[in-house]
């Protein structure tokens, strides 16, 4: 890691201790964390970094906890087993938490594109492109106007609907790697449909990721389909 690299890691410690000290005290902050109150104290004011491997353990360790414990408080299942999820997907600051939690935790190659699906997990995918300081692309149920060319997949669902989703072909190249993300996951069928738009491309994947498992049915899909790490932050 060079020098850079560990300030960024070490920052955003500071950025995942300070949302969970918004709910908490510090001596309940140390706690949950485990490490002394005086020293959180420092951190959260900003007077002092915590050391890289302090600053590793409270973004991969800690903050993967407690983000899923935070998304866990965020969403709504109604009787039917359907997820609100709009109290995330509409809160970019705390999807720009998530993003560097979500990078660290799991183990996805650096990806070239972020590609998504229009509409809910545009906001995810923004906030893991900026982290990555990649390009962002989501594929539309519509032709976008003005674009010539496009990437099509189609699929008929289980309800019989047949569903396509376009994406410019500009907007991933041939070789590139590409980190397929979407706010909830529960039949596959949309990341199975971005996985044949990565193939379409000639695209490698850089892995699945989905804030939300809604069952285990998607992510089995999923792995069914790439090699590369597929996961969520949380299932319900
Ligand atoms: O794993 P699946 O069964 O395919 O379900 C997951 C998809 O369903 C939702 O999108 P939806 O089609 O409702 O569109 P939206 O994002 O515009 O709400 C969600 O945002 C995922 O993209
Ligand atoms: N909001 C939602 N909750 C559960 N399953 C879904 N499939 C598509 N949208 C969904």
Redesign the pocket.
């Known amino acids: 890691m060079n020098r850079a690299e560990k300030a960024a890691l070490q920052l955003r410690a500071v950025d995942v201790l300070r949302m969970l000290k918004e709910t908490r005290t510090y001596d309940e902050l140390a706690e949950t964390t485990g490490l002394p109150a005086g020293d959180l104290n420092r951190y959260v004011n900003g007077h002092v970094l915590p050391g890289t491997e302090r600053a590793r353990e409270v973004v991969e360790d800690i903050g993967r906890e407690a983000l899923a414990a935070e998304l866990d408080a965020r969403i709504r299942v109604d009787d039917e087993g359907y997820v609100d999820n709009s109290g995330t997907?509409f809160d970019q600051s705390f999807l720009d938490l998530v993003a560097p939690v979500v990078a660290n935790a799991f183990e996805f190659d650096r990806p070239d594109v972020v590609l998504?699906?229009?509409?809910?997990?545009?906001t995810l995918a923004a906030s893991l492109a900026s982290y990555y300081g990649t390009r962002c692309a989501y594929a539309k149920?519509s032709k976008e106007t003005a674009v010539e060319e496009f990437i099509e997949a189609r699929q008929r669902?289980q309800s019989g609907i047949e569903?396509t989703y376009y994406l410019p072909a500009a907007a991933i190249d041939a070789g590139e790697s590409v980190l397929v993300v979407?706010?909830?996951?529960?039949?596959?069928?949309?990341?199975?449909?971005l996985l044949d738009i990565v193939g379409t491309s000639e695209a490698e994947v850089a892995g699945v990721f989905?804030l939300i498992a809604?069952g285990e049915?998607?992510i089995h899909?999923a792995r069914d389909r790439t090699d590369a790490p597929v996961g969520s932050l949380t299932s319900v």
């Open positions: 997907v998504t699906a229009a509409t809910d997990g545009i149920k669902l569903l979407d706010d909830l996951i529960r039949s596959g069928e949309t990341q199975e449909l989905a809604a049915d998607g899909r």
